[in-house]
C-alpha cells in the first residue's frame, strides 16, 4: 500500500493510502453553483482492487461571515452531498474532532440497491491563506461487504501543511454569532427595526391628492 500525496489548496496536501491496484478514474464534476463563492479545488476518483470506488474532494470559500459553531452545519451539508453523489440510502456522522487547529469528522453509510455496499470516509475542515478562506474537503471510499479497506482507508487518510483556526468575525459575523447567543432578544430588536422601516415607508410615502 502506497499514499497518493494529493495538493488541495495553499500548499494544504492530503495523503490518501491507496491499495496496490488502484487505479485513477475519470468522475463528473461535482456541482457547486448553490454555494456563493465556493471553488472546486481538488477531486480525484479511483478505482480499487475488488470492486471498491474512492472520491476525494476539496473546494474553498470565503469565511468572512464565520461564527463560532458554524461548523457543525458545513459538515452537515457535505455529508448530504457525499450521500447523494455516493447513491446511499443511509449515513450516519460520528461527532466532530478537533486535531490541530482545523476539525474532522468521520461518517459511515450503506446503500441496498443495485447491490449492497458499505461506505467509509472522513471530512476535513480548516481556514487557509492570508484571508482564512474556508477549506472543505470529503473522502468517501465504497466497496461491497465488508469493505475492510475502506475503514482502513478513511482512517489513514492524513493531511498535512498550514491548516489554522477560523478568521476572527466581522462585524456581519459578530451580529449573527451576538443574534445565536441572545435569540429572544434579537427577534425584538428584528421587530423594532422592521416597524421602524415600516412607519418611515409610511412617512415618506406621496400622499394622495384628494
Known amino acids: 500500500m502506497g499514499r497518493q500525496v ?6 494544504v496536501q492530503l495523503a490518501i493510502p491507496l491499495p496496490d491496484g488502484a487505479q485513477e478514474e475519470p468522475t463528473s464534476p461535482i456541482d ?3 454555494v456563493p463563492g465556493a471553488k472546486l479545488a481538488l477531486q480525484r476518483a479511483y478505482r480499487l482492487p475488488g470492486g471498491g470506488a474512492v472520491e476525494l474532494a476539496c473546494a474553498t470559500a470565503a469565511a468572512d461571515l464565520w461564527v463560532p459553531g458554524l461548523e457543525g452545519a458545513v459538515l452537515a451539508g457535505a455529508s448530504a452531498m457525499v450521500r447523494e453523489r455516493a447513491g446511499l ?5 460520528e461527532p466532530i474532532e478537533p486535531v490541530a487547529g482545523h476539525w474532522q469528522q468521520s461518517f459511515a453509510g450503506s446503500a441496498a440497491q443495485p447491490s449492497p455496499v458499505l461506505a467509509s470516509g472522513r471530512h476535513v475542515l480548516g481556514f487557509v491563506g492570508a484571508d482564512r478562506d474556508a477549506l472543505v474537503c470529503s473522502l468517501v471510499c465504497s466497496a461491497p461487504p465488508p469493505a475492510d479497506q475502506c475503514f ?50 409610511l412617512i415618506r410615502r406621496p400622499r394622495p391628492a384628494w
Open 6 to 11: 494529493l495538493v488541495a489548496a495553499d500548499q
Open 32 to 34: 457547486l453553483s448553490a
Open 89 to 93: 440510502s443511509a449515513l450516519s456522522s
Open 152 to 201: 482502513a482507508l478513511s482512517a489513514g487518510l492524513e493531511v498535512r501543511g498550514p491548516l489554522g483556526p477560523p478568521p476572527e468575525p466581522g462585524m456581519g459575523g459578530a451580529m449573527l454569532s451576538w443574534a445565536a447567543a441572545h435569540p429572544l432578544v434579537a427577534l425584538s430588536i428584528a421587530g423594532a427595526v422592521g416597524l421602524l422601516v415600516a412607519v418611515l415607508i
